[in-house]
């Protein structure tokens, strides 16, 4: 083993500190490009849901896009200031 243990101390190599460091770093890079890929394939899912649903839920999402585009026209704003 590449310890050694003297009154209670132990002392590792350089070798095996730079090894363990690097293991945490590649670690933690995989779980983020897991996390990544997860995240792209979940939201290809959702979006793939969201644009075959019915055809109530396309009204209604137009509907709230007319309500928005209607609420920052500028006849609205000149009567909330108001």
Same mark, same amino acid.
């Given at each position: 083993?590449? #310890?050694? /243990? /003297? @009154? %209670?101390?132990?002392? #590792? !190599?350089? &070798? &095996? &500190?730079? $090894?363990?460091? +690097?293991?945490?770093? =590649?670690?933690?890079?995989?779980?983020?490009?897991? %996390?990544?890929?997860?995240?792209?394939?979940?939201? *290809?899912? !959702?979006? @793939?849901? $969201?644009?075959?649903?019915?055809? @109530? #839920?396309?009204e209604?999402?137009?509907?709230?896009? &007319?309500?928005?585009? /209607?609420?920052?026209?500028?006849? /609205? =704003? *000149?009567?909330? +200031? @108001?």
């Amino acid at each position: 083993m590449l #310890t050694v /243990e /003297e @009154k %209670g101390v132990v002392y #590792t !190599s350089p &070798r &095996r &500190r730079f $090894c363990i460091i +690097l293991l945490i770093v =590649l670690s933690v890079l995989a779980f983020v490009g897991i %996390g990544i890929v997860a995240g792209y394939f979940i939201g *290809r899912n !959702s979006a @793939k849901s $969201c644009d075959s649903g019915d055809a @109530k #839920t396309q009204e209604q999402l137009d509907q709230i896009y &007319r309500d928005a585009v /209607e609420m920052v026209s500028p006849k /609205e =704003l *000149r009567e909330n +200031l @108001k």
